[in-house]
């Protein structure tokens, strides 16, 4: 099984062709690709440009982009689609009590998150403990193999499932530390199954570690994580495990019935 429920299959004659189109195009934009022609548009998104250039337009007209005449970039309306969902969602409601609680008790900020694809987002943080706080805001995207929850919420999918979605992702370099090998990322999935949770060293920022657990609903099945990240001179040897890993089993626990 994966994290999540397979949907069941929509007919595609109700759909809107148009509207999936320009989702698309606005996905294309990432912080590497803030800028785009029709034509570079097109090509991330798999449409002519002739094609693109009209739903580009679209989105200017309703005020989600913005142009010179050549270039096309996004404007901040965008997060209106994004936040309506940390808005309206159920478990980010739900779990915030939750990781407050264990936040104060334990003096550092947690987060919440899910898998979307081949990346981590956040999707809730404990108000900060102290006046410096270390974690990440709600709505960051993280690629999964850099951030220790990426390793507990893959450790859910099944054998097949984890295969080919190492085979389909990038595995990019941000400090040296991560694996960036498919063979030796599977491995550490695998103990982190065996485990039942995770601690990244340094993956994505030097000098930060994560600890992750999976939050798993009344019937064992998971599609969130719980994780916590610090200074790793703060917990050096096997410290962040024993002091915070109990803390996140704990409220990992607790949350079950709500999830």
């Known amino acids: 099984m994966t994290t999540t429920d397979n949907p069941a299959p929509i007919d595609r004659k109700l759909l809107i062709e148009g509207l999936g ?21 097109g090509e991330h998104a798999g449409l002519t440009r002739t094609a693109a250039r009209r739903y580009l337009l679209s989105l200017v007209h309703y005020g989600y982009a913005a142009t010179d005449g050549k270039y096309y970039w996004l404007l901040p309306r965008v997060l209106r689609l994004g936040q309506a969902y940390l808005e309206g969602a159920r478990v980010p409601r739900l779990v915030q009590p ?23 987002v956040y999707l809730a943080r404990s108000n900060a403990p102290r006046m410096v706080s270390i974690g990440f805001h709600p709505g960051a995207r993280v690629p999964a193999h850099v951030v220790s929850q990426g390793f507990v919420l893959l450790s859910a999918f099944d054998d097949a499932a984890l295969d080919e979605w190492i085979a389909a992702h990038d595995f990019a370099s941000f400090t040296g530390a991560a694996p960036v090998d498919a063979a030796r990322f599977r491995e550490s999935v695998l103990a982190a199954r065996q485990l039942d949770f995770w601690q990244a060293e340094q993956h994505l920022n030097v000098g930060l570690s994560g600890l992750a657990v999976a939050l798993k609903d009344r019937k064992g099945r998971c599609q969130y994580a719980l994780s916590v990240t610090v200074q790793r001179q703060v917990y050096p040897g096997d410290d962040l495990t024993k002091k915070l890993l109990p803390v996140l089993r704990e409220v990992a626990e607790a949350m079950r019935p709500i999830i």
């Open 98 to 120: 939750y990781i407050q609680r264990a936040s104060m008790q334990c003096g550092e900020t947690l987060n919440v998150g899910a898998l979307d694809g081949h990346e981590v």
């Open 21 to 41: 189109k320009g989702l698309r195009v606005i996905e294309v934009f990432t912080d590497e690709r803030t800028r785009m022609t029709a034509t570079e548009a």
